[in-house]
């Protein structure tokens, strides 16, 4: 298959040059803060009491998320 060169990407019908590599490391810090929040919101909604400790987990595995979602949907 054929590659683009300017950003060495496949080359389809449909191929659009990713955007700034700036602009994309801003977008996944994002995707990764936000996950983290709603990761530690979920915790905070599922043990309101705090009796596990799953905090870290929570921020952690919400940021792992985000960033596994955030890169699927640029993908797409």
């Not at 990761?39 to 009491?49: E, I, N, S, T």
């Not at 705090?50 to 979602?69: C, E, F, P």
């Amino acid at each position: 298959m054929a590659t683009c060169p300017r950003c060495r990407g496949h080359l389809t019908d449909s191929h659009v040059c990713p955007s700034h590599p700036a602009r994309s490391a801003i977008e996944m810090i994002a995707a990764v803060v936000v996950g983290g929040l709603v990761g530690q919101m979920l915790v905070a909604w599922l043990d309101p009491r705090g009796q596990a400790d799953m905090d870290l987990i929570g921020i952690v595995g919400g940021a792992l998320l985000a960033l596994g979602a955030h890169r699927a949907l640029r993908r797409a």
